[in-house]
């Protein structure tokens, strides 16, 4: 544990005094109301039994609710058969809703395409046979490497369709990232694009796929490339395939049959506190159960009526859960958006939310914040008023931040639900219900209904309202992860072992006055930079992986903007010769961004002598964050060579 979760600098959090209740309009006409807590703490698994029945149409219903005689490896909704591609799509237009619009594409550049429940189910049928006359099976998995295009969420789901497993790998990943996600899953084949647009211009995505399986060993037999901005790409014939030549040739008749409760849906990296990626796999229905549930009940969708906007990528989690599966199992029309906030001009945001009437808008602290830098003259600049609800998730929310969010952009009338959860968790699980909750500047507040979420100390005993420990879960949940693939051995040491029975998520948190959640970050080497999740092991060991690195130790820093920004010490080994001229700083950058990544990349690197270790060779991080953030270092003398950090500081400050 590098981090204290106790730290005065949080103390102030607990005297937050402002309330916002939801207005009586709004609470009357809310798809929850109050009486759903306690009706689920009555009965837990029988609430989620009801949310499954009532959310999802079933090819078979289940006989048993939840399995947890294997704990922690849980089976939830046991013997029941769900599809879910029919669930997302083709029920909806077996209810008369093909002619509503699922997706509201926005290209970077300024195309667009209105795409209705019907497209869409015909696209994933076409796809859906598409993969199959490339030979993929159920239970293959499939790599996705896509910008944020339609035909990102037309693979995940006619990978669904047939019980193929995708891996989607975020396309800011490096191909050697990439690699080693598909050589983990093994998957058969990648889907990709020649590349997307960047702040105005053409970026590639092709060029790392092909890099990514220049060296032989791998699984995959087929890549096929959308075509998205034109520009020529290398072709491996016999194994590139064009996806508008594929879909062509595909029929659109496609029968979805139900797949077991269990089946694999997904398996998604992410950083833990070692240097490999887990893949974090979920399954089914209990995923789609809680994604959906959640997705009706903290956004008070009305599918008929709202326009929904998550601005996350499909690389993510976020993306997964809340543009894919749990807006289209609920009918919703949404916006999705390619590009990034400030191209052509820091208003697109706002005038994307104008143009659509945008009611529902999910989105990170990071860009909240980035705006309220840019001045509110921008996003006063549009027309607002659409807006009825406001999410956050990734990271903690300042207050300062929630209260830009709610007077600037929601206009002091849409409620704000800060929503903490995890890749490993699947789906919401503390958020305010925005009928209900008199929501809190900079608090996720109460648990879901059904999740049994708790703060506790040490040895695991829950603390006292006032006070600070670790977040856990107590009980087992529908999205929860079923186990990191191939490795559960490693699924029950990370989560399940570091308090008895308990789920620990690796965050600390705070309980108030008023028995709220406050979440104070992770407690464990992970860092949050701009909500996307990073190691601090794994970038070491890209460091270290560089021919001039001795060492490298890495932290997490304090940032205004993206909460977090990535720092490292290195020192480099005696005998390397630099070239005049040549930055060890910006090569080493760039060398993490050819690991791992460009969202990897460290904002500095610094060259030291020495690092401050204790007696017994541990690095001593907490005494580099304090420098880091600027902050004469605390108490040196645990360190073998107590000289060593004031060395540092004063490298620092030259
Ligand atoms: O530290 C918590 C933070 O993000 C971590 C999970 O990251 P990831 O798996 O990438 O999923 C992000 C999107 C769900 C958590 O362990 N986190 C997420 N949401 C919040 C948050 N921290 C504070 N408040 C939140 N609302």
């Not at 807590?37 to 039994?49: I, L, N, Q, T």
Request: charged share 25%.
């Amino acid at each position: 544990m590098s981090q204290t979760v106790n730290g005065d600098a949080f103390e102030n959090l607990l005297r937050e005094e402002r309330k916002f209740p939801p207005t009586p309009e709004f609470a009357a006409a809310a798809n929850v109301r109050g009486d759903i807590y306690a009706k689920a703490a009555e009965d837990r698994v029988g609430f989620w039994a009801e949310q499954a029945r009532s959310i999802l149409t079933w090819s078979k219903d289940f006989d048993e609710a939840l399995d947890w005689s294997d704990a922690p490896f849980a089976k939830w909704f046991v013997g029941g058969e769900v599809n879910a591609a029919y669930n997302a799509l083709d029920r909806h237009v077996e209810a008369g809703h093909g002619n509503r619009v699922a997706i509201y594409f926005e290209g970077e550049p300024g195309d667009t395409e209105t795409i209705t429940y019907a497209d869409l189910t015909e696209r994933v049928k076409r796809a859906a046979n598409a993969f199959e006359s490339l030979g993929i099976r159920k239970g293959d998995r499939v790599a996705v490497y896509l910008p944020m295009i339609p035909e990102a969420v037309v693979t995940m789901l006619a990978c669904a369709r047939i019980g193929a497993v995708h891996s989607v790998v975020f396309g800011g990943f490096s191909a050697d990232a990439l690699r080693s996600r598909i050589d983990d899953a093994e998957a058969k084949l990648v889907v990709t694009a020649d590349g997307t647009y960047r702040r105005g211009k053409p970026s590639s995505l092709k060029p790392a796929v092909d890099d990514a399986l220049a060296a032989p060993g791998h699984t995959v037999e087929h890549v096929v490339v959308v075509k998205r901005n034109g520009q020529d790409v290398a072709w491996t014939e016999g194994r590139d395939v064009h996806w508008a030549d594929l879909m062509e040739a595909s029929s659109p008749e496609h029968t979805a049959v139900g797949h077991d409760s269990e089946h694999p849906l997904f398996i998604l990296y992410t950083s833990g506190t070692t240097g490999k990626p887990k893949g974090i796999l979920h399954t089914t229905a209990g995923y789609l159960t809680q994604t959906a549930f959640t997705h009706s009940a903290v956004f008070d969708l009305k599918p008929e009526t709202d326009v929904y906007w998550c601005t996350a990528d499909i690389g993510w989690v976020t993306g997964h859960s809340y543009v894919t599966y749990g807006p289209l199992v609920n009918g919703a029309t949404q916006v999705m958006y390619e590009g990034t906030p400030d191209t052509p001009h820091q208003g697109r945001w706002w005038e994307l939310v104008q143009k659509y009437k945008v009611s529902i808008l999910y989105t990170a602290p990071t860009a909240i914040r980035t705006m309220m830098k840019w001045g509110r003259e921008i996003p006063d600049k549009y027309d607002l008023s659409s807006l009825r609800v406001l999410g956050s998730v990734g990271e903690p929310i300042n207050p300062e931040a929630w209260m830009w969010y709610r007077e600037v952009i929601g206009h002091g009338k849409a409620p704000i639900v800060d929503t903490w959860w995890q890749t490993e968790t699947g789906a919401i699980m503390i958020a305010p219900l925005p009928g209900v909750t008199a929501t809190k500047p900079g608090s996720a507040q109460v648990p879901l209904p059904g999740i049994a979420v708790d703060v506790v100390d040490e040895n695991g005993a829950p603390v006292p309202n006032g006070h600070g420990g670790f977040l856990v879960v107590r009980e087992p949940w529908p999205s929860m992860l079923r186990t990191i693939w191939g490795d559960p051995e490693r699924y029950r040491d990370t989560y399940w072992s570091r308090f008895e029975g308990m789920y620990f998520a690796g965050d600390g948190a705070k309980k108030d006055d008023d028995g709220d959640i406050w979440l104070l970050g992770r407690v464990d080497d992970v860092m949050n930079v701009s909500g996307h999740r990073l190691s601090t092991t794994e970038i070491e060991s890209a460091l270290v992986s560089h021919e001039w690195v001795a060492e490298a130790a890495v932290v997490g820093a304090v940032d205004e903007t993206t909460g977090q920004a990535v720092v490292a010490f290195v020192i480099l080994r005696g005998e390397v010769e630099i070239a005049e001229g040549e930055d060890p700083s910006a090569v080493l950058r760039a060398h993490v961004g050819k690991e791992i990544g460009p969202i990897a990349k460290p904002k500095h690197v610094l060259v030291v002598p020495e690092l401050p270790k204790t007696r017994s060779g541990k690095i001593m991080r907490r005494l580099l964050k304090d420098v880091a953030e600027g902050r004469d270092p605390g108490d040196a003398t645990t360190l073998a060579d107590p000289g060593v950090m004031q060395q540092i500081a004063q490298d620092l400050r030259k």
